[in-house]
């Protein structure tokens, strides 16, 4: 069993920039695939960046070349950096572990982007 718990949620302005982390509760090199997912009301939850434990990365072009996902192996961390945000960019937002024999969920962690 994984924990995950996000942190970095909160209110910031259209064009502003919010760092998410992910604290995993095991050693980040055993999961095989780490992602970020959003779910907005009356949306269905989307992928929003991924990272291999080989450090490939994936974005769907609504955040490509706005959204950045890392990864600290020694802090067991995923990191997704938001720039130049959007109000259609609010949404609760998911992380997500996949490792052989089951994929895990933080709590969310809600970002509100308005004026």
């Known amino acids: 069993q994984v924990q995950l718990v996000e942190s970095g949620g909160g209110l910031v302005q259209p064009g502003g920039s919010l760092r998410l982390s992910c604290a995993a509760s095991?050693?980040?090199?055993?999961?095989?695939?780490m992602g970020w997912y959003r779910q907005a009301p009356g949306k269905q939850r989307e992928l929003v960046a991924a990272?291999?434990?080989?450090?490939?990365?994936n974005y769907p072009d609504s955040v490509k070349g706005r959204f950045t996902i890392s990864r600290d192996n020694a802090k067991n961390t995923v990191y997704l950096q938001m720039n130049s945000l959007k109000p259609e960019d609010t949404a609760v937002y998911y992380c997500?572990?996949?490792?052989?024999?089951?994929?895990?969920w933080g709590q969310g962690t809600q970002v509100t982007v308005s004026s």
């Open positions: 095991e050693s980040i090199l055993n999961i095989n695939v």
């Open positions: 997500r572990a996949f490792k052989s024999g089951g994929n895990y």
């Open positions: 990272i291999t434990s080989g450090g490939n990365t």
